[in-house]
């Protein structure tokens, strides 16, 4: 199921990310530089605030009590702006993705949906293309002091988002 993160997940969605980040970002950035990124950004109060911020959205996907992934987005005035989508290592490719996009989409339909993807995860940038995603050119983002070139990707409004080949185990209730 799907539903919003609410504070008592802080510890769960900070392990998510955690390993979702080792998982990606290990090989492209380093060890000490994603020790650093992890410590700095995801500290519990940090992500507690965030749940907090009314300008910002948070969805998880769970199955039972087990958190499957995480779709985080701040809620600019003319877009719907991902800040983070992540399946849980070894959850991936059973839908969580989709359908947490899915859902972050229906809840500011009139927007689109803009996000940034490290150039090198071409896995992810497969994704966002297959899902209907629009390449608007290179960007750099920095997280915690760690630098990444980037792509500006974009969801229009009204633009069809296709669903996962790859039927979602997790339904979307
Ligand atoms: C990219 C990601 C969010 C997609 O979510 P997901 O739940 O795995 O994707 P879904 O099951 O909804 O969709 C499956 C599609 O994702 C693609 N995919 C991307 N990364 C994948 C992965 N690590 N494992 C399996 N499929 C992956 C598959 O090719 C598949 O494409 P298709 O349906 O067009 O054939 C997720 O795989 C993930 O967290 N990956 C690692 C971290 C990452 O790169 N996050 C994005 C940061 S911007």
Redesign the pocket.
């Known amino acids: 199921m799907l539903r919003d993160a609410r504070m008592q997940d802080v510890a769960e969605l900070r392990a998510l990310l955690a390993a979702?980040w080792a998982?990606?970002y290990r090989d492209l950035i380093g060890d000490d530089a994603l020790a650093a990124m992890t410590r700095e950004a995801l500290r519990p109060e940090t992500l507690a605030a965030a749940l907090g911020d009314p300008s910002r959205l948070t969805l998880v996907a769970l199955d039972g009590a087990a958190l499957l992934?995480v779709v985080a987005a701040e809620l600019r005035p003319a877009a719907t702006h991902?800040a983070?989508?992540?399946?849980?290592?070894g959850?991936?490719?059973?839908?969580?993705?989709?359908?947490?996009?899915a859902a972050l989409r229906a809840r500011r339909p009139d927007m689109p949906v803009t996000?940034?993807?490290?150039s090198a995860?071409a896995?992810?940038r497969?994704?966002?293309a297959?899902?209907g995603f629009r390449d608007r050119g290179p960007g750099r983002e920095i997280v915690a002091g760690v630098a990444f070139d980037v792509r500006v990707l974009e969801l229009p409004v009204g633009a069809p988002m296709?669903?996962?080949?790859?039927a979602?185990r997790t339904a979307a209730r």
């Open positions: 979702a998982a990606t992934g991902v983070r989508l992540y399946a849980a290592p959850a991936e490719g059973r839908g969580v993705g989709t359908a947490l996009l996000l940034h993807v490290a995860n896995r992810a497969g994704f966002y297959a899902r296709a669903p996962s080949s790859t979602p």
